[in-house]
């Protein structure tokens, strides 16, 4: 079983408890699982230039045509609107008079606030004696 222990230095020895070997040491001077300060890290790059390209791995250029509004049922970014070339607000809400649907037999509601109307009006039906 492996267990964890703090030396006195203050660096963490996780140990084999039937050995009793130490098999990993962390150093009181390494940050793990928290801050390190930027000068501590080692091996980083000395630029992080981002790659221009197409892909889902590379950033895009200011000019890039993704970026402006394009027609509809094009993947691009889109300014908030209500048109077809717009894109609705996360916050957006549709009254459920607007929202269209198919209606249910023996009904003929094509909205969801008349098929909901309609299938309370069958329910209390099927309630009434």
Excluded: Y
């Excluded at 660096?11 to 009181?28: C, H, K, N, P, R």
């Excluded at 197409?54 to 250029?61: F, I, K, Q, R």
């Excluded at 094509?110 to 099927?126: C, D, N």
Aim: glycine share 12%; net charge negative; hydrophobic share 45%.
């Amino acid at each position: 079983m492996i267990r964890g222990r703090t030396r006195a230095d203050g660096a963490l020895e996780l140990w084999d408890s039937a050995t009793g070997d130490v098999v990993f040491t962390i150093t009181s001077g390494g940050a793990v699982g928290g801050s390190a300060a930027w000068d501590d890290i080692t091996g980083k790059p000395a630029t992080f230039a981002p790659t221009i390209g197409a892909t889902a791995v590379t950033a895009v250029a200011g000019n890039d045509t993704r970026l402006t509004a394009g027609a509809a049922g094009v993947a691009t970014v889109r300014a908030i609107g209500s048109t077809a070339t717009t894109a609705a607000a996360g916050n957006h809400v549709h009254t459920a008079t607007a929202v269209t649907a198919t209606a249910i037999t023996p009904g003929s509601a094509t909205t969801v606030q008349g098929i909901l109307a309609e299938l309370a009006a069958r329910i209390t039906a099927l309630e009434t004696p």
